[in-house]
């Protein structure tokens, strides 16, 4: 079994910054790509950012050159520096990871999320 578990969220006035994090624990061979989502009330999830095994990385256009996403392979976690934050920011946000287990069989998981909320 595998389990991601985000933390780091919180309230934060606007221009704000805040640090998300999201560790995946479990019979793990290699995780592939990790991503991160938001949810906002209302609307649709969409995806965020994404970073490859090997550090390749994208983002959406909406947080281009404000949000950071890294990773520590040798910790299996993954990152998301959010800087310069807008009240459109708020959201629920979900880690998600491609990881090929023991069996060389890969899957897809979803974290349960972290609650961002910024402030005007």
Do not use: H
């Not at 090929?100 to 349960?112: F, I, L, M, P, V």
């Amino acid at each position: 079994q595998v389990q991601l578990v985000e933390s780091g969220g919180g309230l934060v006035q606007a221009g704000g910054s805040l640090r998300l994090s999201c560790a995946a624990s479990g019979s793990i061979r290699w995780i592939n790509i990790m991503n991160w989502y938001r949810q906002a009330p209302g609307k649709q999830r969409e995806f965020v950012a994404s970073i490859t095994g090997g550090g390749i990385t994208n983002y959406a256009d909406s947080v281009k050159g404000r949000f950071t996403i890294s990773r520590d392979n040798a910790k299996n976690t993954v990152y998301l520096q959010m800087d310069s934050l807008k009240p459109e920011d708020t959201a629920v946000y979900l880690c998600n990871a491609d990881i090929t287990n023991w069996s060389c069989s890969a899957y897809e998981y979803w974290g349960q999320g972290t609650q961002v909320t910024v402030s005007s």
